[in-house]
């Protein structure tokens, strides 16, 4: 007897588990795939007080090659819609008024903010993000001068998600190029909560007249238009104060030693400055050390770097180390004026966002505690760097002489 | 007892009695008459006038006025036996009729089969007729002789039909009992083979035999497997799963307690492992417990195979029967719950197969998985003339058609069928079984709550299966008590020469096997 009440007891339990389970349906966040709209990239800009959000949704039936009924290649593969509201999750939630699916932010990409809503400051934006849980800390935040919008209706030739292309298209400048920072929205957060409250953001460009916004643009063997990155936007206390050009911004890369891989080119003979000879650098590393001189700082920086030669045009012998060492000398000139053009346009526009003030923390941390107010604004415009680069030429490539001292031997000019 | 409410409900039944049983042995025995005729007549009545029960009577020359007949069922001996064993001998038999033990010399003097034995019982009679042996009588003897010429049409002994291996003995157990511990003992040759048999099931008289090696397997759980298999009262035995039913372990769980299998290799193998084989009359399946959650992934090929092909073999069954239970509910509750976790262009493709279709993914997936167990089924049933008919229908009415009509994602169909394969690769179908009933539960949890549902329902399993026992061994071991040693043999395949110890969990007597010796060359 009792064990057959023990038995229907738990028979019981198990049923009631069950019952309860198929009651709790409704709270578990069950949504089927054709339920969501997936948002690949999300635009923001502020307009006559308003914040106005922009959403690139993705279409997957003109994507996917087993889209029902074979893929539609004539429609385009992404549609933008935007909303507009006092708040910028208020403006999300109004995306309802005119979407049959719910938003789906996770697979978020990119995030582009248009200079104007970065001049009126963007901390309401960092709170939202911190915030909610749908999204995601990793995505790429880019600035534009155009509307965001515009960017977002821009098709990317060669790749099927504008949002992801663009992604993919700044960890491909970090890694090859590496002029502009890849910021990630928890970098960039993490740098503005930083030492000196400073952080650059790369800038997306539409270059052209004619935006390819449909698919019959894109039809072309060119691009009438296409997006750029150009340009280092600084951003302090959330606010844009200034710009950075390219070259100004990878001197700055220099000095932060994020150069993962990247062509430098120099003249390598004075009688011919027009003649660059290029070296990729593979490997690099900087170190920055802040120096107290009198009532101001200096930053020393040490450069080390490693190299490939790729082109040489002048007519010195490379097997001989002399000449070598000649042209990494060279190479480290270079790179030390890119260095200290970088740094004068980032004290010009009074944003630290070399690491100087890291480095100052690092080592003089009641002094950084004094100073930090003002360091931005007084001290930083005059401070001075001290570059010490040195190069170290691995490999000339595959082969030694270059080809007009070949020529010249072989009996020509 | 007036019994209120649940108990009422739940209380147990008074037990009817069931059907018309035969008297046990233990009733009043009837004695065998003197008289050859009397005999004989109550036989034929007790077996219902059978058209193939035959007596034939003997009268010889030599022996004038002494009246003696042989009965024996035809069919379940073996004829040429008993005109050569048995009747000829007596034809050619002169002995004076008054003659002391008359009983006792045509027992061992005349009859010229390996076993006699005599009788004095209607009942021992009867049975002894059934299994097959035949009788002699002797008129004015109270007693019969009974000579064991059992035979008759049998199955040869030919290759497995389940189990098949590359390499390896190519025969199987057949359903004869006697041949089947006759192939066991020419693998092995010891005295430490013990054998016990049992009669089982009240109508059929199944022989059960359990099988031993004495100074390796645990004697409680021998005693234990025996104690089981004497309490079994039924009416029949028919394979050897009715006795599995009866011994096992009393829990109500999908996984198996005792491995099956139809080869002398393996069965030896798990008994030099400490294992016990229970043999069935009837069936070439043996059984083999105890048995742990890890022996059913065994293969006889493990052995016959080198190791590192072995080891990645065992390793690759781990991860299809943990694909066949557990993928249709990953794959629901990722697609529904947690969309996040897919990579983008993987999600865009399973959005862009889900646009248009009318059913949610459990829904679609239970379609499919039940889609495929009816094909399974028919499968199983199907002569062989129309097998191609069933792949071509399954395959491409089904699969092809359906996704073409948008009844279900390409994907969806992917999965199933990877899933279905992946099942097929456990190599105890007992086992196999188990996974599917719990890849339905698992699904149907994972469309409820999703991972959080995968994970409670993968938790009770694991909780339920360490708490398993098969004959007093932990069904987790070597891994829920932890026995190190043998680790390296259940998770893949060590090699002869590192074998040291049996599987101790199973045997706690004896678990040296050999002494461990890498091979080593000469050199020079």
Redesign the interface.
């Known amino acids: 007897?009792r064990l057959?009440?023990e038995?229907?007891h738990k028979i019981c339990c198990t049923l009631l588990l069950g019952v309860l389970?198929?009651a709790?349906?409704g709270c578990?966040?069950?949504?089927?795939?054709?339920e969501?709209s997936?948002v690949?990239a999300s635009g923001i800009d502020w307009k006559d007080g308003k914040w106005i959000i922009s959403y690139q949704l993705?279409l997957?039936?003109a994507?996917?090659s087993?889209?029902?009924g074979g893929?539609a290649h004539g429609a385009a593969p992404v549609n933008v819609f935007s909303t507009s509201g006092d708040s910028i999750r208020g403006a999300i939630s109004k995306s309802s008024y005119e979407m049959s699916r719910r938003l789906?932010f996770?697979?978020n990409?990119i995030i582009v903010v248009s200079e104007r809503a970065a001049k009126h400051g963007l901390t309401s934006l960092f709170d939202a993000y911190l915030r909610n849980p749908?999204s995601?800390e990793t995505v790429n935040i880019f600035l534009t001068k155009e509307s965001a919008r515009e960017v977002l209706e821009h098709l990317i030739p060669l790749e099927e998600?504008p949002g992801?292309a663009i992604a993919r298209m700044i960890v491909n400048e970090e890694n090859n190029g590496s002029t502009l920072p890849n910021m990630s929205m928890y970098r960039t957060m993490l740098e503005l909560l930083g030492p000196t409250k400073t952080t650059g953001i790369p800038a997306l460009e539409i270059s052209g007249d004619d935006p390819l916004d449909s698919t019959r643009k894109t039809a072309k063997t060119y691009s009438s238009s296409k997006i750029k990155l150009t340009k280092l936007g600084l951003i302090q206390d959330g606010k844009l104060i200034g710009w950075l050009t390219h070259d100004q911004s990878y001197g700055v890369m220099w000095i932060r030693g994020e150069i993962r891989q990247s062509t430098v080119w120099f003249s390598c003979d004075v009688k011919h400055p027009a003649e660059k000879a290029v070296i990729k650098i593979h490997h690099m590393k900087a170190k920055r050390k802040a120096i107290k001189t009198g009532d101001g700082w200096k930053l020393q920086v040490r450069i080390a770097a490693r190299g490939t030669l790729l082109e040489y045009p002048c007519e010195a012998d490379l097997s001989q180390p002399q000449s070598v060492a000649a042209l990494e000398r060279q190479a480290a000139d270079k790179i030390a004026l890119l260095a200290q053009n970088g740094f004068k346009a980032v004290q010009e526009q009074k944003a630290d966002i070399v690491g100087f003030g890291d480095a100052i923390r690092l080592q003089y941390p009641r002094q950084w505690s004094a100073i930090t107010k003002r360091w931005n604004e007084r001290l930083l415009p005059e401070a001075t760097m001290e570059t010490d680069v040195d190069v170290v030429l691995e490999r000339t490539g595959m082969s030694t002489d270059s080809f007009r001292k070949m020529q010249s031997k072989a009996g020509g000019s | 007892m007036e019994q209120g409410g649940?108990?009422r409900v739940?209380?147990?039944k008074k037990t009817k009695p069931y059907g018309q049983m035969p008297k046990q042995a233990g009733g009043k025995p009837e004695p065998l008459s003197p008289g050859i005729a009397d005999n004989l007549r109550m036989l034929r009545d007790k077996l219902g006038n059978s058209s193939d029960f035959i007596i034939r009577t003997i009268r010889s020359d030599a022996m004038p006025g002494v009246e003696m007949a042989v009965a024996y069922i035809k069919g379940i001996v073996e004829e040429d036996a008993i005109h050569r064993d048995v009747i000829e001998p007596i034809m050619s038999w002169a002995a004076p009729p008054g003659q002391s033990s008359w009983i006792e010399t045509l027992r061992q003097r005349v009859v010229t089969t390996g076993a006699s034995g005599r009788t004095a019982m209607v009942e021992d009679a009867l049975n002894r007729l059934l299994d097959g042996q035949c009788l002699i009588f002797t008129n004015g003897f109270r007693e019969a002789v009974t000579a064991d010429t059992s035979g008759g049409e049998q199955r040869s002994v030919s290759e497995p039909n389940t189990q098949t291996v590359i390499r390896g003995p190519q025969y199987s157990f057949t359903e004869n009992i006697s041949t089947n511990i006759g192939l066991l003992r020419r693998i092995i040759r010891t005295a430490d083979f013990r054998m016990r048999s049992y009669t089982i099931g009240r109508r059929t008289r199944t022989t059960v035999a359990v099988l031993y090696m004495h100074h390796i397997a645990d004697p409680a759980v021998v005693q234990e497997m025996e104690q089981r298999i004497k309490e079994i009262d039924i009416d029949g035995i028919l394979e050897s799963n009715y006795i599995e039913e009866f011994i096992s372990d009393q829990t109500y769980t999908p996984f198996p307690t005792m491995m099956n299998t139809e080869r002398p290799d393996t069965a030896a193998s798990a008994m030099l492992d400490g294992q016990i084989i229970i043999l069935v009359d009837g069936s070439p399946f043996c059984l083999i417990g105890p048995a742990t959650f890890f022996h059913f992934f065994r293969s006889a090929e493990d052995n016959y195979q080198r190791f590192d092909i072995s080891s990645f073999l065992r390793l690759l069954r781990y991860g299809a029967f943990v694909v066949s239970v557990l993928l249709p509910s990953l794959f629901i509750a990722i697609?529904?719950?947690h969309?996040?976790m897919l990579p983008?262009p993987l999600?865009?493709?399973?959005?862009?197969?889900?646009?248009?279709?009318p059913f949610?993914?459990l829904v679609e997936a239970l379609l499919m998985e039940l889609t495929f167990e009816v094909l399974r089924e028919a499968g199983v049933r199907m002569p062989r003339a129309i097998g191609p008919a069933i792949s071509i229908v399954g395959a491409l009415v089904l699969g092809q058609s359906a996704v073409q009509a948008?009844l279900v994602s390409?994907a969806m169909v992917i999965v199933v069928s990877f899933t279905a394969i992946s099942n097929f690769v456990t190599p105890q179908i007992s086992m196999a079984s188990a996974s599917r009933l719990i890849r339905f539960t698992l699904m149907l949890l994972a469309?409820?709550?999703?991972i959080f549902?995968i994970m409670a329902g993968v938790l009770f399993l694991m909780i339920h299966m360490t708490g398993l026992r098969s004959f007093g061994v932990p069904y987790m071991a070597p891994f829920a008590p932890v026995y190190r040693q043998t680790w390296p043999d259940m998770l893949v395949r060590q090699p002869w020469w590192a074998r040291v110890f049996r599987l101790v969990a199973v045997s706690g007597v004896n678990p040296h096997r050999q002494r461990g010796r890498k091979p080593r060359h000469q050199k020079g």
């Open positions: 007897m057959r009440r038995w229907c389970s198929i709790a349906t578990s966040g069950r949504t089927e795939l054709n969501i997936i690949s993705v997957p039936q994507i996917s087993h889209g029902m893929g789906y996770p697979q990409q749908d995601r998600i992801a | 649940i108990e739940f209380g147990k697609t529904t719950f969309q996040e983008t999600l865009i493709s399973l959005a862009a197969q889900r646009e248009g279709i949610p993914a948008g390409p469309g409820l709550l999703g549902g």
